[in-house]
């Protein structure tokens, strides 16, 4: 079955800007979406077909996507935005997340 | 204002079933997707299958086939997530959201705390 694959943790410094990756096969061919799960709360989506923003979402909030892997990226990241944040993708009719990375701004 | 209710939280016993329901409303309900998610204590997202409500299409991860049953009731707006006979494995918090025309999931529901202990 298909797999995203995500760093475990990330850090930051409150200010600097946090990049976590997506990695999977072909992963150029679909639709890659991010969301941020804060403790307790259900995921919000933060970023969808690689680049757009929910209305809503701090401009903060970018995504990129290079051949195999797409990348969220925090710009001027703030104590609010640490948190859990997952990729997700399409692989032919269902969906797939990859494992999560953890978010810590130092 | 679009919104998913999902009912209350369960404790069930070994071997029990179990259905467990999310209401859409503030949108047209059968013509959006409805995707039903699992998170296992201090575990990351799992996506469990997928219904169109408008014809009651269902697509199932792989991992999820024939473990559970995804349905949907269109006259009263109302997806379901069930179970015939639970295991302590399944202890988790179970997401309905709401499939966007641009492939996000962006509406999600509380969730759902199944809990199944002896």
């Known amino acids: 079955s298909y797999e995203l694959t995500q760093p475990p943790s990330v850090s930051v410094s409150p200010g600097q800007t946090a990049s976590i990756t997506c990695s999977g096969d072909?992963?150029?061919?679909?639709?890659a979406c991010w969301y941020q799960q804060k403790p307790g709360q259900s995921p919000v989506l933060v970023i969808y077909?690689?680049?757009k923003r929910p209305s809503g979402i701090p401009e903060r909030f970018s995504g990129s996507n290079s051949g195999n892997t797409a990348t969220l990226s925090i710009s001027g990241t703030q104590p609010m935005d640490e948190a859990d944040y997952y990729c997700?993708?399409?692989?032919?009719?269902?969906?797939?997340f990859g494992g999560g990375t953890k978010l810590t701004v130092l | 204002d679009v919104q998913l209710v999902q009912s209350g939280a369960e404790v069930k016993k070994p071997g029990e079933s179990l259905k467990i329901s999310c209401k859409g409303s503030?949108?047209?309900?059968?013509?959006?997707?409805i995707v039903w998610v699992r998170q296992m204590p201090g575990k990351g997202l799992e996506w469990m299958g997928i219904?169109?409500?408008?014809?009651?299409?269902?697509r199932y991860s792989p991992s999820f086939q024939g473990q559970v049953t995804i349905s949907a009731d269109k006259s009263i707006s109302t997806a379901y997530l069930q179970w015939s006979s639970l295991k302590a494995s399944d202890t988790a918090i179970y997401y309905c959201?709401?499939?966007?025309?641009?492939?996000?999931?962006?509406?999600w529901g509380q969730g759902t705390l199944v809990t199944v202990s002896s």
């Open positions: 959201a709401r499939r966007s025309h641009s492939s996000g999931a962006d509406y």
């Open positions: 503030g949108y047209s309900f059968t013509t959006y997707w």
């Open positions: 219904i169109y409500p408008g014809d009651s299409e269902t």
């Open positions: 072909k992963l150029g061919d679909m639709y």
């Open positions: 077909q690689y680049n």
């Open positions: 997700q993708a399409w692989d032919s009719s269902t969906g797939v």
